[in-house]
T-cell receptor, first 115, second 111 residues
Framework: KAGVTQTPRYLIKTRGQQVTLSCSPI?????VSWYQQTPGQGLQFLFE???????NKGNFPGRFSGRQFSNSRSEMNVSTLELGDSALYLC??????????????FGPGTRLTVL | TQLLEQSPQFLSIQEGENLTVYCNSS?????LQWYRQEPGEGPVLLVT?????EVKKLKRLTFQFGDARKDSSLHITAAQPGDTGLYLC???????????FGSGTRLLVRP
């Protein structure tokens, strides 16, 4: 079974631009979560989607948004990029069996650099 | 304040040595997971523990969940260079699908 795929793997943008990242979950997985990883803050939860609905949201500004399509694929968007948005953005999918057994499987990430 | 405290932050050991990594919190978790991450890649799930006091073994790795489900440990026996990486604990709390990650333990196993 293919794993979680993310595109693109690397991205360079300038301040003020916007960016869209894409994630395809493992086949059969209906929940998709997004995380931001930086050396200073570690892995931080952005949001989680299930059946095209945002079910959970982390403490990030409104510039960060996402959506999920009917085939469970997900995209996240960051508008008006800032230097501090430079990070590894990780997507994870899960079977959504139960919140007490929330095994998430991660993609390789998209490395975003903002200049 | 980090909800999940991992220690140590860094560990550099010789091949063949044993080590233990700790993940602690004052909160009770529904479940706890351990991941390993290599540079430029996403975290890879190693194990999930759900029941207080649970012990799981994965070859040379032993994972333990505290009785009160507030802490966990990862013990590696006879470490090998292939064990090098960033080890992360992550926990689910309440009725949320959000994973909270610890700050990670960076392990280097020297040949």
């Amino acid at each position: 079974k293919a794993g979680v795929t993310q595109t693109p793997r690397y991205l360079i943008k300038t301040r003020g631009q916007q960016v869209t990242l894409s994630c395809s979950p493992i086949s059969g997985h209906r929940s998709v979560s997004w995380y931001q990883q930086t050396p200073g803050q570690g892995l931080q939860f952005l949001f989680e989607y299930f059946s095209e609905t945002q079910r959970n949201k982390g403490n990030f500004p409104g510039r960060f948004s996402g959506r999920q399509f009917s085939n469970s694929r997900s995209e996240m968007n960051v508008s008006t990029l800032e230097l501090g948005d430079s990070a590894l953005y990780l997507c994870a999918s899960s079977l959504d069996r139960t919140f007490s057994y929330n095994e998430q499987f991660f993609g390789p990430g998209t490395r975003l650099t903002v200049l | 304040t980090q909800l999940l405290e991992q220690s140590p932050q860094f560990l550099s050991i010789q091949e063949g040595e044993n080590l233990t990594v700790y993940c602690n919190s004052s909160s009770v978790f529904s479940s706890l997971q351990w991941y390993r991450q290599e540079p430029g890649e996403g975290p890879v799930l190693l194990v999930t523990v759900v029941t207080g006091g649970e012990v799981k073994k994965l070859k040379r790795l032993t994972f333990q969940f505290g009785d009160a489900r507030k802490d966990s440990s990862l013990h590696i026996t006879a470490a090998q260079p292939g064990d090098t990486g960033l080890y992360l604990c992550a926990a689910s709390m309440d009725s949320s699908y959000k994973l909270i990650f610890g700050s990670g333990t960076r392990l280097l196993v020297r040949p």
